[in-house]
């Protein structure tokens, strides 16, 4: 139970940062298979699905509400180090895929696969840099609309791995109204403002919604194309999970480096590392 409350708390936080791949996650430490098959068996299999769900979700929860408010503050103080960290935990993964293709025979397809995904993650972070001016959000039945179909694209993608559902956020223009929403409702929450609350929840509510919808929808899509297709499956994932520590580049803004922050920096990238590979266990 606290290790998935854990393991909660890695994806969430890695799903509220552009560049890094909440699905990627998943498969890092080793859940990604069993919670899409929850994800689609939740009616069938109800009470096993939502004890192995439930504290995930949980985790997930508090760190991006948490993240809302202290993610900002350490990018901005420690960027070198807090992204290595996420590098170190996205190639922790690396090993536990690779030992599912691990003495299988390899044609064209395959390699195909792993380099389109490669190139794909690549693009959209390149892309990121041209981020548009982030939309106003004010309730009304028009933005609601908005908002639950976007809750539906970044959900989807939040779920597939190697593709950053922040980053797709942010190239909507969404992901700072979004995020800023988030750390005001905490915070009327805590303050107990009626006001603030209401208003929080006419953004959330339909954000939320979406990304349910998203999420149930692309799991069983996901489900098929593992059970049919699973060497491209996974071959399509290296590719991804090798493409996201440069999308994380791509996105980042670094300061110069400094013997400091090249050592710190190493030490977070071997600790993340670490993590990810103690957790996939």
Known sequence: MIKSFLKGIVIGIANIIPGVSGGTMMVAMGIYDKLIHCITHLFK??????LFLL?????????????SFGLTWLFDHYPIQTNLLFVGLILGGLPAILKKVKGKKVNVGHIVAGLLFFALVVAFAAMGETEGNAVSLSFNVVNVIKLFGVG?????????????????????????????AIKDFFSALADFNVQGILTGCGILVP???GVVAGIFG?????????EKFPLYAYWAIIGLIVSSPIAIFLMGTFPALTAVS??????ALIVGFGIAMKLGE
Do not use: R
Request: proline letters at 5%.
């Open 152 to 180: 539906i694209i970044a959900s989807a993608t939040m779920v597939i791995p190697g593709v950053s559902g922040s980053m797709v956020l942010m190239l909507m223009g969404f992901y700072q109204p979004v995020l800023n």
């Open 218 to 226: 692309i799991a069983k899509l996901v489900e098929i194309i593992f």
């Open 55 to 67: 504290p995930i979700a949980i985790g997930m929860l508090v760190a991006i509400a948490a993240s």
């Open 45 to 50: 299999e109800f009470k096993k699905s939502v």
């Open 262 to 267: 090249v050592l710190t920096g190493a030490v």
């Open 207 to 209: 954000f939320g919604l």
